[in-house]
């Protein structure tokens, strides 16, 4: 699907920005340990890449209100755990023709996935660029002879939710040079780039913007490593390409579809504008 583009209404990127105008609030000066136990880091120095972009890189934690926070803090008032305590029944589940679970191959998932999170998207031993969704359907349909999930579907999110769970505290890692090197440049050429109506690119809201206000929205950094999120807007759990949507969405563009190749792309990227935060798991948004 292709992009619309227009330079017809500058009035309304102009009006947008001033949108953003003098209100400015910082992100919080805050720390989020969970359970009283597990620090994460929400704040770090910007990897070499950012050089001239950002120098400092901040989680979309930090742009929350206190309350929003505060549900991060603790499992128990994390509204994620409904979800992950589905993904990880799930993941015992014999599915499909060859009457498999996950744990029949993986094993514990505590274990087996350990990391994961951390490094995806990823190329695989095709050399395809996959986010964890596809590596998911990739076992369900070859491995277990199950139907593939919906991206977006609440199966694949309660099973991405558990899987993330298993990387929280650690450093993003995703690889960026070698045979990922082309992926990410396309992922960056796509977030410099002005979409739909409004002329926006993502780097006009989440770095040339972030700490200001978009209405009542606060703009972050557009970091993933809290993703998948449970979203108090949407009521539910939200994946790193469902909010690629609405964010094209919002610049009145038609935009790519959940899992597609651009969105794949655009997710490599984002996610190494956050090498140094660490994977938060089950985050907690607006």
């Given at each position: 699907?292709?992009?619309?583009?227009?330079?017809?209404?500058?009035?309304?990127?102009?009006?947008?920005?001033?949108?953003?105008?003098?209100?400015?609030?910082?992100?919080?000066?805050?720390?989020?340990?969970?359970?009283?136990?597990?620090?994460?880091?929400?704040?770090?120095?910007?990897?070499?890449?950012?050089?001239?972009?950002?120098?400092?890189?901040?989680?979309?934690?930090?742009?929350?209100?206190?309350?929003?926070?505060?549900?991060?803090?603790?499992?128990?008032?994390?509204?994620?755990?409904?979800?992950v305590e589905q993904g990880l029944e799930t993941w015992d589940?014999?599915?499909?023709?060859?009457?498999?679970?996950?744990?029949?191959?993986?094993?514990?998932?505590?274990?087996?996935?350990?990391?994961?999170?951390?490094?995806?998207?990823?190329?695989?031993?095709?050399?395809?660029?996959?986010?964890?969704?596809?590596?998911?359907?990739?076992?369900?349909?070859?491995?277990?002879?199950?139907?593939?999930?919906?991206?977006?579907?609440?199966?694949?999110?309660?099973?991405?939710?558990?899987?993330?769970?298993?990387?929280?505290?650690?450093?993003?890692?995703?690889?960026?040079?070698?045979?990922?090197?082309?992926?990410?440049?396309?992922?960056?050429?796509?977030?410099?780039?002005?979409?739909?109506?409004?002329?926006?690119?993502?780097?006009?809201?989440?770095?040339?913007?972030f700490g200001n206000y978009i209405r009542a929205d606060h703009?972050?950094?557009?970091?993933?490593?809290?993703?998948?999120?449970?979203?108090?807007?949407?009521?539910?759990?939200?994946?790193?390409?469902?909010?690629?949507?609405?964010?094209?969405?919002?610049?009145?563009?038609?935009?790519?579809?959940?899992?597609?190749?651009?969105?794949?792309?655009?997710?490599?990227?984002?996610?190494?504008?956050?090498?140094?935060?660490?994977?938060?798991?089950?985050?907690?948004?607006?």
């Amino acid at each position: 699907m292709t992009l619309r583009y227009s330079r017809t209404t500058m009035f309304a990127a102009a009006a947008l920005a001033l949108a953003c105008g003098p209100a400015m609030a910082n992100p919080a000066e805050d720390e989020l340990v969970v359970n009283e136990e597990m620090t994460i880091t929400t704040k770090a120095p910007a990897a070499a890449h950012l050089d001239g972009h950002l120098s400092e890189i901040y989680s979309g934690w930090l742009f929350r209100e206190d309350e929003t926070r505060k549900m991060q803090r603790d499992d128990f008032d994390n509204p994620n755990f409904v979800f992950v305590e589905q993904g990880l029944e799930t993941w015992d589940t014999a599915e499909g023709t060859e009457n498999k679970s996950c744990a029949d191959c993986h094993g514990d998932i505590t274990e087996s996935m350990k990391g994961l999170r951390a490094t995806l998207p990823k190329v695989n031993a095709a050399g395809n660029l996959w986010s964890m969704e596809d590596f998911v359907n990739d076992c369900r349909t070859n491995r277990m002879g199950a139907e593939a999930w919906k991206w977006n579907s609440q199966e694949m999110k309660n099973m991405t939710l558990a899987i993330s769970l298993q990387s929280r505290g650690m450093p993003v890692a995703v690889e960026i040079d070698g045979p990922a090197a082309e992926f990410w440049e396309r992922g960056k050429e796509m977030y410099y780039t002005r979409f739909g109506q409004l002329e926006m690119s993502c780097a006009n809201c989440h770095e040339d913007n972030f700490g200001n206000y978009i209405r009542a929205d606060h703009l972050s950094q557009g970091q993933v490593n809290g993703f998948p999120v449970y979203r108090l807007k949407d009521a539910g759990v939200v994946s790193i390409h469902q909010r690629f949507v609405g964010c094209v969405r919002d610049t009145r563009a038609e935009t790519f579809g959940a899992g597609s190749q651009e969105f794949r792309e655009l997710e490599l990227y984002v996610a190494s504008r956050g090498l140094g935060l660490d994977i938060e798991g089950a985050g907690v948004r607006p």
